[in-house]
Antibody, heavy 117, light 107 residues
């Protein structure tokens, strides 16, 4: 059974850093495209970042230069390193698997990041 | 970046109604269009991929159509469990942009 479990969220001050983790089971992270999607309180979905199976990475303009997506193949885990956090980064962060047919078929339960002083 | 615009932003409907949600892309995306359903406090769930393919396990009351820039999600007979927010997403290019969402509420 495919499962994605996020962790690492919490309260952080503006300018601070946080690393989110997404532990996968039932499939191999490195063989798939893996995405991070976020949702600010009461708002819609915002795509954040993707890492392709070949290792290429892409980011939304809103996080480029501040966030880094990566994976640990030995742990079958996806990460999102978030630096220079801003109030507007407050959101629930979801990891999601993207199939080779370009859709997000499995999502984690989400982890809440709150940026506030 | 490709902009995705959904309409309406919200709608009220009754059980049994036929509901149609529209999604328009700012440029042609062929059929690289997916639809998701989200209920409060839950992760999104894939309904339709490649514009018109029904995800396994999704009721056949859901259907999708369109190509190029204009797409439609149709619920042929609204059920109580269908009251939720619906999002389209283009997977033609990166960034993988979402529409702003359509909230389907009980009339």
């Amino acid at each position: 059974e495919v499962q994605l479990v996020e962790s690492g969220g919490g309260l952080v001050q503006p300018g601070g850093s946080l690393r989110l983790s997404c532990a996968a089971s039932g499939f191999t992270v490195s063989s798939n495209y893996m995405n991070w999607v976020r949702q600010a309180p009461g708002k819609g979905l915002e795509w954040v970042s993707v890492i392709y199976s070949g290792g290429s990475t892409y980011y939304a303009d809103s996080v480029k230069g501040r966030f880094t997506i990566s994976r640990d193949n030995s742990k079958n885990t996806l990460y999102l390193q978030m630096n220079s956090l801003r109030d507007e980064d407050t959101a629930v962060y979801y990891c999601a698997r993207e199939t080779l047919n370009w859709y997000l078929d499995y999502w984690g339960q989400g982890t809440l990041v709150t940026v506030s002083s | 970046d490709i902009q995705m615009t959904q309409s309406p932003s919200s709608l009220s409907a009754s059980v049994g109604d036929r509901v149609t949600i529209t999604c328009r892309a700012s440029q042609s995306i062929s059929n690289f269009l997916n639809w998701y359903q989200q209920k409060p406090g839950k992760a999104p769930k894939l309904l339709i991929y490649a514009a018109s393919s029904l995800q396994s396990g999704v009721p056949s009351t859901f259907s999708g159509s369109g190509s190029g820039t204009d797409f439609t999600l149709t619920i042929s007979s609204l059920q109580p469990e269908d009251f939720a927010t619906y999002y389209c997403q283009q997977s033609y290019s990166t960034p993988r942009t979402f529409g702003q969402g359509t909230k389907v509420e009980i009339k």
